[in-house]
């Protein structure tokens, strides 16, 4: 019986101790990082360093060459079609990133909605799983310790019938009842202190449940308050529309806002923004990150259709915001393999301060290929990582930090360079986000989002530098404030 309570104890202990870790579960588990000293030591990270011993690291792979330099477009004329004012078509279309109510009748959620949604089922997940595991336990619990009172009290009265045998009959059974007694002590104790800290530890298990609920009911109440009103974002249509920014521009689309595109007669066109003032405009923004309204821990195949918010109005009757969003890895690589492409990524950090980092050739291959990168031709300020890897680090811990050629990986799809095949060393999983990791970054665009720059390995859920990094500026234990990455088809400018 004493064993099987201390398996019960182990087992109760084990299941309000455990956790699911993938990194998008929303339960913060801050007791899984170790903690080396309280204070975080903010070394260069990014690499996973080779362990002593027989591990190599292999950096060769075949890269496919970017599309070359040339072809597409001529420069622009020297003077542009003047910008005359657009019409726009009053055509309201719910605009919220493509998240509907799962009750269709309760229309489309508002964009913060959005994400509360898969928040809500998430957490609806975990208590659901904790529940079920915890009422066959508790059932068992009182199972066995109806047996043990029934047992103790039985063992109570056969002591007191002994007892009773004693002043009839002392000497026979004396022997015996001291036997009795001592048994009787045992198993006393053990009721005494082994039932009450599995009552503790229980009570703790249903504690986090009980927190658990509240927090989802304070969601739900926010919720309700948010979207009293059925809510819906209208983003006209621009009259302008082209294949992609740079047409866009060209046929006289001079604001930078929300456009319909359409890259290839064969595809549906869909929705984007366009940047038509940095750099004389024509850039698609295939990535933006600005204030982490939008969740970037996502499953591969949503990083291939694409998620998030294009735009929004803020009161001007256009959708002239940009949102934080992903275009999705099928219409980045259809774009960037039309023709000669260059990416603008650009960058702030929390006091302000601007830098960016800009490539002539950028591919991205198909999904046959894991959407392989190829890069050439940096020029910028904001420095060379995705070339070269992290200046903070030397040899083959700076070239496992090099983000070219590298094959696209998300928490579900591990296609880094970081020992494939073994599901416990994924970059994806531990850095936050789906990126060209390599072994791992020292690039994180789509890493978490942290407010106020500065980290720790404490406050990560995995003790590494997954926050929305570039190491070349501010090494691996900050996160910036805005991050954006936007594709222009590359001409020589006149
Ligand atoms: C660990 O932190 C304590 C203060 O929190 C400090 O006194 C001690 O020197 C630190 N030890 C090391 C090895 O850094
Ligand atoms: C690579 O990193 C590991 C651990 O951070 C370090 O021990 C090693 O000396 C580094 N190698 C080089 C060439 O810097």
Redesign the pocket.
Known sequence: MMRRLLLLYLCVYAASAQGDLDYDDEETETTNVAT????ATVDARGHRPLTKGRETYNPARYIPPPVPSGGRYTGRPTSAPAGRPQAQEKVEQPESGGCTHADEKMGVLCPTGCELKTALLKQERNVRTSINELKPQVEELSRSSNVIYNSVNSMSNSLRERQRLITDNSRVVSQYTDQVEEHHAYIKETVDTVFPSNIRVLQGVLDKIRQKIQKLEKAIQTQKEDCKEPCKTKCPIPVVSGKECEDIFRRGGRDSQMYLIQPDASTPPYKVFCDQTTQNGGWLVIQNRLDGSVDFGRRWDEYRRGFGNIAFDSGKGHCEVPGEYWLGNDRISQLTKAGPTEVLIEMQDWTGAKVHAQYRQFTVQSETSNYVLSLDGYSGNAGNGLLEGATQLFGVNRTMTIHNGMMFSTYDRDNDNWIPGDPSKQCSREDGGGWWYNRCHSANPNGRYYFGGSYTRQMAKHGTDDGMVWMNWKGSWYSLKAISMKIRPFFASS
């Open positions: 080396e000293n309280g204070t």
